[in-house]
């Protein structure tokens, strides 16, 4: 059964500051998606990284992908507060149903 | 917005009932998604239909059901519910079938059962 970690699943930081949510899982996978969801509302696509080595970046946020390691990063180049939000990372499993795995979700709140 | 479509927004019912959620994909898309959001269970994936076939089961309960028409649109047929099927659903569509691109997610639909 695939497994998605993520973690911190709780992080409060202020404003100017870098810092970077961890996403591991537990099979072999080179699908691996980011998205953002602000209370109450639905899931936005941030990232979707498909190869070992993947990179991209928008705005203050870049994701990261290690096919090997297994293991995504999701960071933060200083924060503002309306990055403020829970971040989920989830995989695509590879000859598995093609519906993602997701992680708990890390719940970010930047303050000013 | 998405481009994806959910409707009701909110439903409120009773233990025992059956409710239908609907769903209408992005332009062009031919995949449909469904799942489902609850703060024990995090969010799961339940069921994928791709051009009117199923084609992927997640941790769809026997009392849940779906399909999706000939004009795409899909709905979610959840009966028999239980206080623990309080939940928000949502509803995601892509073009192709095996993954390896953005699922969009709808607006959700918030379920209380009481």
């Known amino acids: 059964e695939l497994k998605v970690e993520q973690n911190p699943l709780f992080l409060s930081m202020q404003e100017g500051k870098n810092y970077t949510i961890y996403c591991n899982y537990s099979?072999?996978?080179?699908?691996l998606y980011w998205y953002r969801q602000d209370p109450g509302k639905s899931l936005e696509s941030l990232f979707v990284?498909?190869?070992?080595?993947a990179v991209k970046q928008e705005g203050r946020l870049m994701a990261s992908l290690d096919t090997k390691a297994r293991l995504s990063t999701l960071h933060i180049t200083a924060a503002v507060h309306d990055l403020s939000a829970t971040y989920f990372c989830?995989?695509?499993?590879?000859?598995?149903?093609?519906?993602?795995?997701f992680g708990k979700g890390t719940h970010l709140i930047i303050q000013p | 917005d998405s481009g994806v479509t959910q409707t009701p927004k909110h439903l409120i019912t009773a233990t025992g009932q059956r409710v239908t959620l609907r769903c209408s994909p992005r332009?062009?898309?031919?995949?449909v998604y469904w799942y489902q959001q609850s703060l024990d269970q995090g969010l799961q994936f339940l069921i994928q239909?791709?051009?009117?076939?199923?084609?992927a089961k997640g941790n769809i309960l026997e009392r849940f059901s779906a399909q999706q028409f000939p004009d795409l649109h899909s709905e979610l047929n959840l009966s028999s519910l239980e206080l623990g099927d309080s939940a928000l659903y949502f509803c995601?569509?892509?073009?192709?079938?095996?993954?390896?691109?953005?699922?969009?997610f709808g607006p959700g639909t918030r379920l209380l059962v009481l």
């Open positions: 995601a569509s892509s073009k192709r079938p095996q993954g390896q691109e953005t699922q969009y």
């Open positions: 099979t072999t996978s080179d699908r």
């Open positions: 990284l498909l190869s070992n080595g």
């Open positions: 989830a995989v695509d499993e590879v000859g598995g149903a093609d519906g993602l795995t």
């Open positions: 332009s062009g898309d031919l995949s």
């Open positions: 239909y791709y051009n009117g076939e199923e084609r």
